[in-house]
């Protein structure tokens, strides 16, 4: 995928522990265009790459906005576009690619819990501008964690949006009333911490949505990806070279290919970003990813070599 060079033309304060970056194309040329629920990657300085949704209107081709959240406990990544990017700075970021793309339907439920509201309220914005049926649901744990609400406030958007706090209790979200009282033709979207996502997912179905009316995207794994107990070492083959290279029972493929000059892109290293995904040649990946749906499991042609491993004693890869 082609690598853009952009340069930061606004970073602003945007509520508690949050902070939004402009990013302009460095030349200023017009930008790739994008839907809403696109992301894109960013470089940061120290070799960081991470995965930020656009939250601007998805008909500007002049700029591209993202949402980050500082996070102590995080790799780093949310620390530096906190306290080293600066307005002026030149970064690499990836062309926009969406796995969270709005689907055509009668109706649309957007479900946006803390930092997740980037790509939901892009999703608003689309909707909005296409002239259909939505609600958006906006949940935070206080207002003044609660990113973007000029930009809501300030807008058409404010009389589909409903506000939910945690400590503002006559604004709670009655989720069960909300996903029961649904029709057959709405479709859910959420957005947000993981127990924020499945709580929805859980809810959602058990009020009867079908997967296929279930949209989420996570910007963390449900569970810390680790080692599992019992799992065995295996071989890759690189399809190119014919090369074999031992992958030990407790490191992933990433890693040890990476010490024999194998590079592999990688990012979040817990199988929710996709940007390691690489093809299979023969073999049968055992998937650990939340990036691949179901069906794309059960082809087995791609695996995510930050944390999946092999069924098979061997796995060839499209390398």
Known sequence: MQELSVRVADKRREAQDVVSL?????????????TA????DVHLPGGLIRQYSLLN???ERTR???????????????LVVHDRIEVGDVLRISEPRNRFA???APRSLLLAG????TPILCMARQLHAAGADFEFHYSCRTRARAAFLDDIGGSALAARTRLHFDDEPDTALDAPALLASAGA???VYVCGPAGFIDHVVALARAAGFEDSRIHFERFAASEPVAPVQGDQAFQVRLASTGEVFDIPADE???KALDRHGVFIPVSCEEGICGTCLTGVVEGDPDHRDSYLTDEEHAANDQFTPCCSRSKTPMLVIDL
């Not at 460095?26 to 994008?34: D, I, S, T, V």
């Not at 629920?37 to 894109?40: L, T, V």
């Open 37 to 40: 629920g696109a992301h894109i």
């Open 22 to 34: 402009e990013l302009v194309d460095a030349q200023g040329a017009p930008l790739p265009a994008f």
């Open 114 to 117: 803390g930092i997740g509201v």
């Open 64 to 78: 591209y906005r993202i949402g980050v959240l500082r996070e102590a406990a995080s790799r780093g990544g949310s």
């Open 57 to 59: 209107d998805s008909a």
């Open 252 to 254: 992933p493929v990433t």
């Open 102 to 104: 709005l689907q055509a």
């Open 185 to 187: 033709d709405t479709h």
